[in-house]
């Protein structure tokens, strides 16, 4: 193999490459292929590479890799992503992707992509920050007052005016990126806990925005993603 195909797509500026094990031989996964393909000067460059493989319970499972050469545990973005992209070629109106611990639902909705994203659980919290685990582990800021963890994602809360909540992020193993899914999840999560209400949410990250709706036990994630371009890898 000297040569792979991928695809990339990016929701609200958070972008992926995707393989597609699938219909594609994939090479070894391993620390320097993935730092090489995502690397932006002498790569194609993304937050996280995501790749497709087969799966006994879902239409496809799907392994999250930060730029680092980490893998990750999910992916609220890259699953809507993946979710339009299976779509479009299964000719399905929604579809199934498993995870290490769970299986996603993906749907077309007048919105963009709408994937029901599990539970969310508070694992820890104080007066400055919220701690929740939603498949990968985040740490939700509302008051810069304590250290960040660097063993986690990070979501820091800039503002709020009733329902619509402004948010950066830094995402362990890829750094400071435009949007996260799992943190727009994790970040409503904390606000619920902390107000004692659950209701909709429009998260807005660098990047844009989403819809966070639902309740701890079972998040939705919505928002329009896009595929920006088809190409060819060379491995050698």
Same mark, same amino acid.
């Given at each position: 193999?000297?040569?792979? #195909? ?12 995707? !393989?597609?094990?699938? =219909?594609?031989?994939? #090479? ?8 090489? /393909? ?18 006994? =319970? ?27 992209? !299976? ?9 199934? /992707? ?7 639902? *993906? ?11 599990? *539970? ?15 498949? @990968? ?11 960040? #963890? ?18 950066? /992020? ?20 904390? $606000? ?10 429009? /998260?807005?990250? #660098? ?10 036990? @079972? $998040? ?17």
């Amino acid at each position: 193999m000297t040569s792979l #195909p991928f695809t990339k797509m990016q929701a609200q500026g958070n972008d992926f490459i995707v !393989l597609n094990g699938l =219909t594609t031989e994939l #090479p070894l996964l391993n620390v320097a292929f993935v730092r090489r /393909i995502t690397e932006r000067r002498y790569g194609i460059g993304c937050d996280q590479l995501l790749v497709l493989e087969k799966s006994e =319970t879902a239409d496809a499972a799907m392994r999250i890799f930060n730029s680092d050469g980490s893998e990750a545990a999910n992916c609220g973005n890259g699953l809507r992503c993946v979710g339009q992209l !299976l779509m479009q070629e299964l000719g399905k109106e929604c579809v199934t /992707i498993a995870l290490a611990d769970r299986d996603v639902h *993906a749907e077309t909705t007048v919105n963009g992509i709408c994937v029901d994203m599990g *539970a969310a659980t508070v694992t820890d919290s104080t007066d400055a920050h919220v701690d929740i685990d939603i498949g @990968n582990e985040h740490s939700v800021f509302f008051d810069a007052t304590e250290e960040f #963890p660097t063993d986690r994602n990070v979501e820091i809360v800039t503002g709020q005016i009733a329902s619509h909540v402004y948010i950066d /992020i830094i995402e362990r193993g890829s750094g400071r990126t435009l949007a996260c899914g799992t943190g727009a999840c994790a970040t409503a999560a904390a $606000i619920w806990f902390k107000e004692g209400e659950v209701r909709p949410l429009t /998260i807005e990250m #660098p990047g844009g925005t989403v819809t966070v709706s639902g309740c701890a036990k @079972n $998040i939705t994630l919505e928002g329009p993603v896009r595929k920006t371009f088809d190409g060819v890898f060379s491995i050698y």
